[in-house]
Each structure stands twice: as C-alpha cells, then as structure tokens.
C-alpha cells in the first residue's frame, strides 16, 4: 500500500508538470465513459432493473392468439379471463384489466384522466399494497358496488395535494361519485401513465354465452413457486385444447387458436432490447478509440521520457517496478476521466432521455443510481489498465546505453512506432464500423421518411374524446353527438373539412376476423384474413386525402336507419375478391358483442399504412359512424390556417355540446407521423454522434502519429532534402505513411462490418445490412478524413530546412 501511494503522488506530480497532457487525457476519457455511463443508465433502467413488483421473475402476460387469420396477442374476454383463472394449474393468481378514458367533473375545467377498470386480483397478483387504504374487495366487481377508485401517488400528490384525509372523500367521474378508497406507492403506475383505478364490474349481459368473443381485456398472472415459464405454457396449451373441444363454434381448428405465456418484462420492453444493446455496444466503441488515443498519448509522453526511465533503471528500478508506476499514472488519468464522465452523463441524461421522446418503455425508471456508479467505476479501471499496459510495457523496455548518450532524443524505437501503428489502425477500424453503422441507420431512416403512407398529413389538427357510456348508452345518442359536433366543428371559418374515427394511422390496431357472404369456410377451410375495423364519419377520407378508387365513399345517406355500408381498401379487396368486383358484395366482422351486422361493400379506397410506415399495408374495412356509434373518437380537422390556431375554437364548440367533455391528445397529424419513428430517429442520431465523435477521435490519432514521426524524423527528413529531395516528395512520404495506415484500418474495419451487419439487418428498412453504396461512401469519407489529417503534419515535415535542422543536430 505504501508503495501504491509513492507511486500516485509520484504520478500526481508528474502530471502536474503537463498540465495539457492532462487535460486532454482526461476530456478524451470523459468523453467515452461519460457516454457509456449515459446509455449504461437507460439499458440499466429498462432491461436490467427488476420490474417494480414483488418478485418480478414470476410475472407473466397472457394473450390468445388465431393465428391461421393473423391475429396474434390479442385480448381476452370475460369468459376466457375467468377460464385462465380456473383452469390453469401453474397460475398462482391471474388479474384482468381495461384502460379507459374518464372525466374528472365537478370542476370549472372537466379534466381526461386515465383510467383502469380492474379486478379485485390486480394488486394481489403485482405484489403491490396501498400506502393509504385498502384494495378492491371482490364484491366490488359487480356493477352499482363498484363505485370506489384507488388514486396512484402522482394524481394524489398533484390533483389533490397529498391530502392525508383523502379516505372516504367523494371524487366525480364522467359525473359519477366515487369514494377513494386508496392510495398506491409512490412510482407505481401500471401501465404506464394509469392516474386512478377502478374495479372491473362487467354488465350482467357481458356474461352471456354469446359474448366470448367479445375481447378487450388484458390479463396478467403470476406463476407458483418453481414453476418455469415453459411448463406454464405447456399448462396453458393443455387449457387451449379443453376450450377449443368444449367451444367448438369460437375456437375451431381451423383458427389456430392457442393460448400464449409471455414474460412481464419482454412485453413490457417491447422491440427497444436489441436498440438498446446495439446503442451501448457503438459507445463501448467510442471509448475504445478514446483509449487508444490516450495509449498513442502516452506512447509519445513514455518516449520523451527515455532519459528519465533509463536513470531509474540504472539506479536499479526493475521493469515490474516501471509498469506498476505507468500504470499508476494511467490508472490515476482513467479515474480523473471517470468521474468527470459521470458527471457529463449526469447532465447530459435528462438529454438523452428528451431526445428518446415518449416512445421508450420505462423511461421513469431511468436514473444515475447505485450500479451506474460501479459501472462506472469498473469501467474507468479496466479503461486505465487497457490504454496503460501497452505504453507502460514499452516504456519500461529501458535502452540504458542509447538513452544516456547526450542528445539522445528518447526511447522511441520501432517496437515503439509498430504500437502506435497498431493503434491508429485500430482506431481507423473502429469508426469505420461505427460509421457504416449509422450510415446504414441514416439510409433506412430516410427509406421510412419517403415511404408513402398513404394519406396528407400537412395542414391537419388531432384531437380526443371520450363519451361516457352511462350518459350516452345507446349507439344512436353517440351517433347523433358525433354528428352533430362535426357539423359544427366544419361550419368554424378556416376549416376545410373535418371528421372522427375511432383510431388514427399509426397509433395502434383494432383487429376484427369476419365472414364474406357466399363464400362459407369449411370445417378445414383456411379462415379469412384478419381485418383493421374502423368507424370513420363521412368525411373522415376527405379529411386525409385518402383517394378513391372505386365506388363511393360513406355519406350521410349511411346513417343508423338506413342498411349498413362499408367502405374497404385495396388489399382488403385482394385478399376476398382478387380479379372480381367487390362492389355490392357483403361481409360481416366480428365485433366485441359477437357477429356484427352484414355490410355491403360501396366502395374501394387506397392503402393507408396503419400499424407503421415500416409494415406492410393490412386489409381495412371502414364503417359508418352513424351506424355503428363511438364512445371514443379522434377528431381531424384540415384547416386552412395554422393546426394549432383552431383549438380554443373546438374546445368551444365541444363545450357547447357537452360542457363536461374535454378535448385531449391534441396534436397536428404530422408529429403522430413524426412519432411513430421517434424510435429509429432516436437510433439513427445517436449513432451518428457516436460515429462523428469517433472520426474526430480517429483523426487526431492519425494526425498525432505522424506529427510524432515528423518529429522524430526531423533530421532523416533534412538530410533527404540537403541531397535534393523536394518538397512533394517528402510530403508524399509522410502522407504515404498515415494514407498506409489508414487503408490497413479501413480493410479491417470494413470486415468488421460486414461480420456485424447481421445484427442490425432486423432494425433496417428498404436497405440491406450489406448495402455496397454505404460501405464504399463510408470508406472514402474515413479515407478523405484521414488523408487530411495526414497532410497537415506533412506540409510541416516538407517545409523543413535542411541547414538549420543540420545545425541543430
């Protein structure tokens, strides 16, 4: 320990003495583990904590899935929640819920929150217990016993100011009164963003044989002790083969019907992992090249230092004995980086985060804690023993004879130069990988952007809102207020149309499968596909600028008297009538309820990309608001002006209407595009900094290296001159050797490249991992880059002159 010491304030001194050494050893570390700290913290955040419930490992989702129509992980209904409940031999508890939209009255301002109408089980089933209160008793998930709400830590702290007396108190909902009976753990919310809970109390009808089908509820259960996710879904195949035998008209075998078991934090996670992973593998790429520059840093210092390393040698130091102290001195540099890196990552977090946007699952539990800091530090020394050891071995290998001779410029010999060679060639090799990487990320992102979605978004305004189906129970009072609140939404100066439908493009799916009239599916027919519903006002296509094809579209003539009509696309016209008309013909969806009514088909639109602009269009079947009536709805508006000046406006006319009833989500169309990439966008611009910051780096190392070889050939380079080599043939030498050094990079970086393109080939769209034009321009930019940061020491080198260089020596 007392030798460790002597060596750091040893260490500390002779820092001291270079100070802008120092300073940029320690910027260029900070730099790299400052970056990794910063994505460690989200990787950490989302795929390494622990989900925030009681043993997290034995939490499962539970999804049924038709896959012979492409209906994969959709939701349950009542029956089926209650047969997973009781069937299942591996389940210890099983939990159903709904997301919902409610209104908080009785104010001056109705307010949206978000709801969750869920059972009893729920908490039980998390591991969470109310911090004030109690849970939900199961006698409450009956209807006119359930007016109680559970507040979560945030609604209670924010909307009621941590009111320690909230028990008992009254709370109006879409008019309604319920008693708070709890509040839950500060940073619980599940899912993410719920305010309040409710419990889950299904009309008696929903109970019905006839309803099984009817799927909008989502189940979570928790597995018993020692029981593996496989054997619960061997348990859970067992249960999908008692159902399909005992309901043969809802699972029939045709369907593929089965039951899936997903673990909590993979649905929860979602297609963020290998992102994430790819993300902090390009920054450990970063901090590579910044420790070989560091190492390069200290090659130069090490050989400057040849005098005094020889004196210790000769006064009897031992090689062990010069390692340990460079490494004490690199150790102390890494240190000095790291917590200067954490502090940068400290700072530039809250950034990272803001640039990831609302699309990362998690993001609240993102957070410099405890194992970011040992990160950190574990980092910061294995950074000081990977860019110490090379130098402090070199450096050690003492020349006593030449090092002591006077005017001996130092220990620079080739083992020396061959390191710094190896370097810069790793460097060059790193940031080429990382720049094909976000060249490949850049290229697909703009393959996204040119992708025609099928719809105008410029010029349009987004909004939602929400009837409460115990003020508006019946599909025509919902019909009517829609139609009516377009009308008057419409007639407001600067509109130029204006309509609602149940979801927007890009921002979800709503499956139904369906029957086509005169085409009947046998016991072994395949079923058909798999259709997006949708219920749209007459205007809704005008508003997008969703083009005809054939027929017509919906109208007001299609109202809830008249036989019901529906307006398909392309490829929904494909799929059941390829080469026939489809006009006239009939299909019938199956709703929520059971089998909707049969609806003739008036006419065909164009594709929209509804599920994203990197999927593939899916068959659509829009249906007549006025026939089939919403309780939820987003409205669109086109406008003449700007999007955003019309919302004082709507919140009048809606007002008018229904002045408990607020607008919310509201938001020009063209940012629900935006967002639907915020993702890739994310990916796309932190590989590029990622990838300028290593071409930065790479090219100081070049343009060190052969600034150092300019020096220590300083008299080879007078001679060549004195006996009459000119000025571009020296600069060809010296640039000749950087431009040697950075095609060997190249090479190596470009077979790098091509062995990790694998890895990324499921993150790109409209571009193969392989792709020749990224490679080839990525190469001759590094290349470009490289040559000069070569010339600029060079020209130095060439403008050399001889007599005076002859004079010094």
């Not at 270079?18 to 910063?38: D, E, K, R, T, Y």
């Not at 977090?349 to 640039?355: I, V």
């Not at 139609?483 to 439908?501: K, N």
Request: proline share 5%; charged share 20%; glycine share 10%.
């Amino acid at each position: 320990m007392d030798s460790f010491l002597q060596d750091a304030r040893y260490a500390l001194r002779v820092l001291r003495k270079s100070p802008g050494f120092a300073l940029v050893a320690v910027l260029a570390l900070a730099l790299g583990i400052g970056a990794n700290s910063a994505v460690f913290s989200v990787v950490n955040g989302v795929l390494l904590r622990p989900l925030p419930f009681a043993e997290p490992e034995q939490l499962v989702r539970i999804f049924g899935n038709f896959r012979a129509a492409g209906l994969e992980r959709i939701s349950v209904s009542i029956h089926e929640y209650r047969d997973y409940r009781d069937l299942p031999r591996a389940l210890r508890s099983v939990a159903a819920y709904d997301q919902v939209d409610v209104t908080l009255t009785g104010q001056d301002t109705p307010e949206r929150l978000n709801a969750i109408t869920a059972s009893a089980s729920l908490m039980p089933t998390l591991g969470v217990a109310p911090t004030l209160g109690r849970n939900f008793r199961e006698e409450e998930e009956s209807p006119g016993q359930d007016r109680v709400l559970l507040l979560t830590h945030r609604l209670w702290r924010g909307r009621f100011g941590a009111n320690p007396n909230i028990l008992g108190t009254t709370v109006s909902l879409d008019g309604n009164s319920y008693t708070v009976v709890g509040v839950l753990p500060e940073g619980f919310e599940y899912p993410r963003g719920t305010d309040l809970y409710i419990p889950l109390a299904p009309p008696t009808s929903s109970l019905a044989p006839g309803f099984r089908g009817r799927r909008f509820l989502d189940v979570v259960a928790r597995l018993k002790p020692g029981v593996t996710l496989e054997a619960a879904q061997r348990d859970m195949d067992r249960v999908s083969g008692e159902l399909v035998q005992s309901h043969p008209n809802n699972y029939s075998q045709s369907s593929g019907w089965a039951i899936s078991v997903v673990p909590m934090g993979e649905q929860m996670v979602g297609n963020v992992r290998g992102t994430l992973w790819v993300l902090l593998g390009a920054v450990g790429f970063v901090l590579l090249i910044a420790c070989t520059n560091v190492a390069n840093l200290l090659l130069a210092r090490a050989a400057a230092r040849g005098r005094e390393i020889s004196i210790r040698a000769a006064l009897g130091a031992g090689r062990q004995r010069l390692v340990t102290q460079f490494l004490t001195e690199s150790l102390i540099l890494a240190l000095a980086g790291g917590a200067l890196g954490l502090l940068l990552a400290m700072w530039g977090l809250d950034a990272l985060l803001a640039l990831i946007g609302d699309g990362l699952p998690r993001a609240t539990e993102v957070r410099l804690d405890g194992r970011v800091v040992l990160f950190t530090l574990g980092v910061s020394v294995l950074t000081g023993v990977m860019f110490g050891l090379v130098p402090a071995l070199q450096a050690s290998r003492a020349d006593l004879h030449g090092a002591l001779r006077e005017g001996t410029r130092g220990t620079g010999g080739r083992a020396s130069g061959r390191t710094r060679a190896v370097l810069v060639v790793s460097q060059v090799a790193l940031a080429l990988v990382l720049l094909v990487g976000a060249g490949l990320f850049m290229r697909s992102f703009l393959a996204l952007q040119a992708v025609d979605a099928g719809f105008d978004s410029q010029g349009v305004l987004t909004a939602r809102l929400s009837l409460p189906t115990e003020r508006y129970p019946e599909v025509a009072q919902r019909a009517n207020f829609m139609r009516d609140f377009v009308a008057r939404v419409q007639a407001l100066p600067g509109v130029e149309s204006a309509g609602v439908v149940n979801l927007l493009p890009l921002t979800g799916h709503s499956d139904r499968s369906l029957d086509v009239e005169g085409k009947p599916k046998g016991p072994t027919d395949t079923p058909w596909p798999a259709v997006e519903y949708r219920v749209v006002s007459p205007d809704y296509h005008k508003v997008l600028r969703i083009p005809l094809l054939q027929g017509r579209l919906l109208t007001e003539a299609d109202s809830f008297e008249a036989p019901h009509s529906v307006v398909i696309n392309e490829s929904t016209a494909k799929a059941l009538w390829s080469g026939e008309d489809p006009i006239g013909r009939r299909i019938r969806l199956h709703r929520n309820d059971g089998e909707g009514p049969w609806a003739t088909v008036v006419g065909v639109v164009q594709d929209v990309k509804e599920w994203g602009l990197d999927q593939p269009a899916r068959p659509v079947a829009y249906h007549a608001a006025l026939q089939q009536g919403m309780s939820g709805a987003y409205l669109v508006v086109r406008t003449r002006q700007g999007p955003e000046a019309l919302l004082a406006s709507l919140q009048t006319e809606l007002r008018a209407v229904d002045s408990n009833l607020p607008l919310f989500d509201v938001a020009p169309l063209e940012s629900v595009v935006d967002d639907s990439v915020s993702q890739r966008r994310f990916s796309m611009l932190l590989l590029m900094m990622f990838a300028a910051g290593a071409v930065v780096l790479a090219s100081l190392g070049i343009y060190g290296v052969i600034a150092y070889t300019v020096t220590l050939r300083t008299r080879e380079l007078g001679i060549r001159m004195a006996l009459g080599a000119r000025q571009g043939e020296v600069l060809s030498l010296m640039v000749g050797h950087g431009l040697r050094l950075t095609l060997l990079g190249v090479g190596i970086g470009l077979a790098l490249a091509l062995a990790l393109g694998r890895l990324l080939s499921a993150m790109l769209y409209g571009i193969q991992a392989h792709d020749p034009l990224t490679f080839l321009g990525v190469a001759a930019l590094l290349t470009g880059v490289a040559l000069v940061a070569s010339w600029l020491p060079a020209r130095r080198a060439a403008r050399v002159d001889p007599a005076i260089t002859l004079r010094a020596e």
